[in-house]
DNA sequence: TTGCTCCTCACGTCACGTGAGGTGGC
DNA sequence: TTGCTCCTCACGTCACGTGAGGTGGC
């Protein structure tokens, strides 16, 4: 059992949140310490949790999540299909919602037609399927936890030895730099043998990914970001998968484990680093 | 100088927004009646008005809003292109958004993958372009106001003598029928001649509709655009603009006007409709 | 006069967020 | 003991919505 503080940063809800949805009845601890009220949860809420946000994301009121999580209308025990009515009602507002979002941007680029956004030098790739070893966390941005959770990954791969000679990389599940927290994935890849052991899992092929390198530290990635989406002005090119930052030479610790030398530097002014935006529609 | 009441009509906004953003003096009545009160709006505030609300959809709050549509940052009187760098960044938000809601459909299919919605007899079609008259408003669902829309309408058509043979439709601007009020453009079809003169628009064409017909009143059109949607699941096309209702055979009251008599009958039952749903993305 | 529209004012709502002030556990 | 985590409780926030009770204009 986990303390509300380790729960609520491996599910990526707030403190306040848990505690409100523990008020409304709608998402209890597993167990509750009567004597000093500490709230304890088990890693096998998770999923439920995780469909409360989906579901809350997806504009639900929490009244309306109650009725979809805590019991089947016919009193049976839980299942998704009991609800598939409402889950297809959900799927339609979400349809409509994003047909909504589009016209939005049709008319904040007619807002914007006047002005020239400065081009950028991005390619267009095709990025292949990987197995990697991934750590997940939503983390602040801007601090060194990205370099832990790396040299933490490479260390879980050296002792398998299943490391290949690719770089690793990063997938921001939120697709934009530009929060306090940042749900991001650390990306070690190993070989396709390695798939289905702890941590591994494959990384989906990208058909078409708009690309941009940069040298020296990484702060400059949300304004290249930035930079390369405004050049997307005008194009129906959307985002079709989470954004990756690829290392391509950069700093390592190497306690633990033994990276290819042409990846790394000490010199920050050296580091390498590929901006990926996977893309859909026409370009 | 319009009372509160049409002009929230004609806005598509209520009666308590408007005087809420009058108390927050984000925007204002052209005149207030110092004796009775009453809220005096022009027409000419309509565009103003019409920024406020994309920039709240685009999720500004209300004091950015304020920021952004009262003054240019250098003092000078109001441009959007002074603002280019924050409709950008709404851009980028809107982008970020729109590739999140994504995520979740293909969420949503994953968890509907086992439910097999009912076949529609779609069939897909392109729409030519044309040009129409066109009376758009928010009104509540379900009543006669479509038909009033559509006299007035075909009357106004009749006075120029432009009305070509092709079917009355309508654009529904919500792409949703499930709401208690909707944006509705109903549309007469007029020679492109008119162009330019009050009232007429070109519709744009649309490459690709997925289109279903029925018989009879139209209570049932929420119910088949439902199910057209569902039967969209797991495909990855997308709705690509407004939905269209094309009434084929339908009753009129032809006062002030003459329609082709192909199109007319008195027996609900022998009504004939199209839905419409124009699409983007693999089919 | 009736019916409709408009007014203000006070309070409610939704899903949390923000401290204040205090306690539990290693 | 210190530092960190956790607790409750009361109040704030955001963008309105909901009546109540009353007035203006044709």
Redesign the interface.
Known sequence: LLRIGPFSRLARVTLKTLRFYDAAGLFRPAWTDPRSGYRFYSAAQLPLLGRIR?LR??GCSLAEIQQLTTSSPDGQPYR??AH?PV???????????????????R???A??A??H?SGLPMRERRIAATAALTIRDCIRSGGSDIHRMFESAERQVARTGNRTRQNPFMLLH???YHRAHVDVEVCVPVRPEALGSAGVRLIEPVARAACVQFSGDYSQAPTLF?AA??S??GSRA????PVREVYLRFGADQRGYKLDPRFLTDDVRQYRTEIQIPL??IS
């Open positions: 989906l994301d997806l998704v299909g598939a889950y297809r009602m959900l799927r339609r507002r979400l349809m409509v919602g994003v047909a909504l979002s589009e016209q939005r941007l008319q904040l680029d807002l914007l006047h002005e956004p939120d697709m934009d930035d989406l405004d997307m002005h959307r985002i079709a998968a859909r529609g």
